[in-house]
């Protein structure tokens, strides 16, 4: 009977404990403490300098190769929306970065055309560097984090101002028809017209060559 | 002694359960009412966003009633005053101040009841359940680029503002100018604020042109601005020399697009944002509790290559 009444009060006090600890607890989504718990005062120099140096690598080396992602969306768009693309909110639009390699064909003011294979020619932007293909794209802003859309929005300018001084002034000063150039970007296509001709792709990353030499 | 062990047992778990009611936010009974708050009625493209919405939460089967904060943060803390006392079930919030408004929606969040916001912003990551907000300054970085082109990257130019404590009129603002200002040979010759109204737009824009009479375009925050500017470009003799820019995709601004009147406007989708805050809502009560806190809503560009598509639909 002792030795009864003592494994009960040994139950119980592991249950009331565990109650306790239970109760003292609260759990909650890593996202979401992370967005409350983001500073009041966003600093955009900061937040861009870490995008550029951490997660726009990440995103690129997990990046599809262009002709591929090419292939999916002309054969099954929805499956290359789901797997590869990225959209914002309510939109028809979706986001993706790619990989790649071609010949440039032509040395447009805003844009040069890029040749990747004998069927398959895309545009990649030299000018007019503006709006959300990076940023989206990359799948590495997440518009929780932020207080109001301005600060969202103000990391697209600042991606937007990286990739003119970091990728397409030495782009447009050193492209030249028959060269051979490596890139990493972003694009957008809407669902609503997919039109894969006027592709315009927003270079991250370039690495060119005369097409000769290795 | 086995009498004494249960009483004390039997008022432990009592307290537990007094602890644990405590720790978690008191269940509201439903009242089967949704709310729907819209910072002015005195524009038709509000009464769209609040009819919409209002009709929508009817068609899921609540009781729906629409309240009109008349450009007023008093009047709107008011009506959230009533709200929260009558214990509806939601509130669908168009907001008159990105920050004046913060408290209302945390009041009515203390209260058990979720506001939903609507098209314009408050500056609060956790006081609303969700955000449904125009992509406003995608829209404008959109528009501006088109001005540029249209602009042969050289010009003068007004911009007429919205409400200035208005998020959405800073997001466009700020959007149009991320790409303008990067052309020098755009200048800006005067900006000043007609808080989304026709009649002031008018009168703002014949004082700036008595000043300044070599205008060559006109950006205004909403398309009531644009017509009013255009009616003041007109009435100086300068319709087909001033080039107009709006936002909203309003009936007239479309027509106005597709007569020439204006050169170019953002359609914005109120119906699409009203009906999704109130199917949003329904699911809340329905007992749905994870959402974004912000879900920005597309907006098209519309100007003479594509207005025939938007005429008659939005």
């Known amino acids: 009977m002792m030795t009864m009444s003592k494994t009960l009060k040994y139950t119980i006090g592991i249950f009331a404990a565990i109650l306790v600890v239970y109760l003292s607890l609260d759990i909650q989504n890593l996202e979401k403490h992370k967005a409350a718990s983001a500073p009041a005062s966003f600093n955009i120099v900061d937040y861009t300098a870490r995008f550029w140096n951490d997660s726009l690598p990440a995103s690129i080396a997990s990046a599809p190769q262009l002709s591929d992602l090419l292939k999916v969306l002309n054969e099954n768009p929805e499956n290359a929306f789901t797997k590869f693309g990225h959209k914002l909110g309510i939109s028809k639009t979706y986001y993706f970065m790619a990989k790649g390699k071609g010949t440039i064909e032509k040395v447009e003011p805003e844009f040069l055309v890029l040749s990747l294979n004998e069927k398959t020619k895309v545009k990649v932007a030299t000018d007019f560097i503006y709006g959300n293909a990076v940023r989206e794209g990359s799948g590495k802003v997440n518009i929780n984090y932020f207080l109001n859309m301005t600060d969202f929005n103000n990391v697209s300018v600042a991606i937007n101002k990286l990739v003119k001084e970091k990728v397409v002034s030495r782009l447009k000063k050193s492209a030249e028809i028959g060269y051979v150039l490596e890139f990493a970007g972003a694009f957008e296509v809407s669902e609503e017209n997919i039109d894969l001709s006027t592709l315009l792709i927003i270079p991250v990353s370039v690495k060119l060559s005369d097409g000769k030499s290795d | ?314």
């Open chain 2, 1 to 314: 002694m086995k009498r004494t062990l249960l009483t004390k047992l039997t008022i432990f778990l009592l307290l537990i359960s007094g602890f644990s009611s405590c720790t978690q936010t008191s269940e509201k009974k439903h009242s089967n009412k949704i709310a729907v708050v819209i910072s002015t009625l005195n524009n038709p493209w509000f009464v769209v966003l609040g009819e919409s919405a209002a009709g929508r939460a009817r068609e899921l089967g609540y009781e729906a009633q629409i309240f009109d904060s008349q450009n007023n943060s008093a009047k709107e803390a008011e009506h959230f005053d009533n709200i929260i006392a009558m214990g509806y079930d939601a509130i669908l919030f168009n907001p008159t101040d990105a920050d004046g408004s913060v408290l209302n929606v945390k009041r009515a969040k203390e209260a058990g009841i979720p506001t939903f916001c609507m098209d314009r912003e408050i500056n609060s990551r956790d006081a609303a359940t969700t955000q449904l907000l125009s992509d406003s300054f995608t829209g404008c970085v959109k528009l501006g680029q088109y001005f540029v082109r249209q602009m042969n990257k050289k010009g003068n130019y007004v911009e007429i503002l919205g409400i200035v404590g208005d998020n959405n009129t800073w997001n466009r603002s700020n959007g149009f100018h991320s790409v303008v200002d990067e052309f020098p040979d755009l200048k800006m010759v005067a900006q000043q604020s007609a808080d989304f109204d026709r009649n002031k737009a008018m009168d703002v824009m014949e004082t700036i042109m008595q000043a300044n009479p070599q205008i060559d375009a006109v950006f205004c925050g909403n398309d009531a601005m644009a017509l009013g500017a255009y009616q003041a470009v007109l009435a100086a003799g300068k319709a087909d020399k001033v080039k107009i820019f709006g936002f909203d995709g309003s009936d007239d601004a479309i027509n106005g697009i597709a007569e020439g009147k204006i050169s170019a406007t953002v359609m914005q989708f109120p119906v699409q944002m009203a009906r999704t805050s109130a199917d949003l809502a329904d699911e809340y009560v329905k007992g749905k509790r994870d959402f974004s806190t912000k879900t920005p809503v597309e907006v098209v560009l519309v100007t003479s290559e594509n207005v025939s598509k938007y005429q008659t639909k939005k």
